[in-house]
């Protein structure tokens, strides 16, 4: 049964940060490419960063240019979890924020964030 469990949304003033966190089970986490997606009301699902299963050496990370230089997404394969760090927050990154495998077969529940 697998499971990607997201955290650390919630209500912050523009100019902000946020860290979140996405904790997997039933996976081997390691082994897989990781995503960040988002999706604001009345909008369509928007891809945020991803990162690569490769060792820390070799691991590369990609944005969206709207995040780009503000978010960093990163993770701990010893501990089954996905970050994003958002820092310098603006009104228009309030949405849902999700972890998905870079496939897209599995999505967690999502964490609000929430920007105001």
């Known amino acids: 049964h697998v499971q990607l469990v997201e955290s650390g949304g919630g209500l912050v003033q523009p100019g902000e940060s946020l860290r979140l966190s996405c904790v997997a089970s039933g996976i081997t986490f390691s082994r897989h490419d990781m995503s960040w997606v988002r999706q604001a009301p009345g909008k369509e699902v928007e891809w945020v960063a991803g990162?690569?299963?490769?060792?820390?050496?070799?691991?590369?990370?990609s944005y969206a240019d709207s995040v780009k230089g503000r978010f960093t997404i990163s993770r701990d394969n010893a501990k089954d979890t996905l970050y994003l760090q958002m820092n310098s927050l603006k009104s228009e990154d309030a949405a849902m924020y999700y972890c998905?495998?870079?496939?897209?077969?599995?999505w967690g529940q999502g964490t609000q964030v929430t920007v105001s």
């Open positions: 998905a495998t870079w496939t897209g077969n599995y």
């Open positions: 990162i690569t299963s490769l060792p820390s050496l070799f691991r590369a990370a």
